[in-house]
């Protein structure tokens, strides 16, 4: 069982920036891909990044083309944290966001655990 506890959100003004924290539980959080998702009010939850092993001490990143450039995802092993620093924010970014981990080899449509979500909000 992994348990996620998101943090960071926040009002912000538009062009400003906020790093979100996803603390997670359990010995093996090294071993999971780490991502983070968003919902907008009436809309459906989507994509926003995910991070995981490459190799070695490598990361691969990913990101939706909606926040590519303006987002970065890195993660903390000894800290079993993962973060999402959001620059240059828009209005169309707020959201709750929610952190999730999913096993290498697992289905990417599936993801095992997700966190209580933490509020974002944009103004313009």
């Known amino acids: 069982q992994v348990q996620l506890v998101e943090s960071g959100g926040g009002l912000v003004q538009a062009g400003g920036s906020l790093r979100l924290s996803c603390a997670a539980s359990?010995?093996?959080?090294?071993?999971?891909?780490m991502g983070w998702f968003r919902q907008a009010p009436g809309k459906e939850r989507e994509f926003v990044s995910f991070i995981t092993k490459n190799g070695g001490s490598t990361y691969y990143t990913y990101y939706a083309d909606s926040v590519k450039g303006r987002v970065a995802i890195s993660r903390d092993n000894a800290k079993n944290t993962v973060y999402l620093q959001m620059n240059r924010l828009k209005p169309e970014d707020t959201a709750v966001y929610y952190c999730?981990?999913?096993?290498?080899?697992?289905?990417?449509?599936?993801?095992?655990?997700w966190g209580q979500g933490t509020q974002v909000t944009v103004s313009s």
């Open positions: 359990g010995r093996t959080f090294s071993n999971y891909i």
């Open positions: 999730a981990a999913r096993t290498p080899g697992s289905d990417p449509t599936n993801w095992d655990y």
